[in-house]
């Protein structure tokens, strides 16, 4: 079995699966190479389960489509026109104030919500049918309430969009770029 060691200050010897599928031993520098091998040996069954769960996770998944720049331009000039409306229109029922929207194409997030009030909304979100794009925002929004993940958040969540964990779990599938 193939894998990459990293050394490092730790104390313990670590195994980390990669997304890619690759492998990664995390070790103590003070640890010979034949301890870092045994202990892989010894662990090589929970390698191969994990290897063969992350290899199904991401048959699962569908293939992430690249956006050119001007999609990206138009998907960013539709989404001002579209989402800072319809905050507006949530945060008004929910009660809650914000600063500044901003619009950008981000690879990890669909939103966040900065400490200042500050939202931001991933312009992909215009290729996501409109129940999932007022999720992200009631999601964004509730941290004005609860900075946080907290069961309290959730609360907050659950009381704006009763469907959240189905839609969660949807948005969780679709991959971003």
């Not at 997304?19 to 031993?25: H, L, R, Y």
């Not at 809650?96 to 997030?109: A, D, H, L």
């Not at 991933?122 to 069961?151: A, G, K, T, W």
């Amino acid at each position: 079995m193939e894998y990459e060691i990293i050394r490092s200050r730790r104390k313990t010897i670590a195994i980390l699966i990669k997304p890619d599928c690759s492998v990664v031993v995390r070790a103590p520098y003070r640890i010979s190479k034949s301890v870092v091998e045994d202990f892989v040996k010894e662990k090589s069954s929970w390698i191969e389960k994990h290897l063969d769960k992350m290899k199904a996770l991401q048959e699962e998944k569908p293939e992430c489509i690249r956006l050119s720049e001007e999609e990206i331009r138009r998907l960013s000039d539709e989404s001002l026109k579209v989402i800072p409306p319809r905050v507006k229109e949530i945060a008004e029922k929910m009660g809650v104030s914000y600063g500044r929207i901003t619009i950008r194409n981000q690879k990890t997030r669909w939103g966040s919500c900065s400490s200042k009030g500050n939202l931001n909304f991933n312009c992909q979100l215009m290729l996501l049918p409109e129940e999932l794009r007022d999720y992200v925002i009631i999601h964004e929004l509730c941290h004005r309430i609860e900075m946080n993940h907290s069961v309290r958040f959730w609360t907050e969540v659950e009381r704006y969009c009763p469907q959240y964990m189905k839609l969660r779990k949807k948005l969780k599938q679709i991959r971003i770029r």
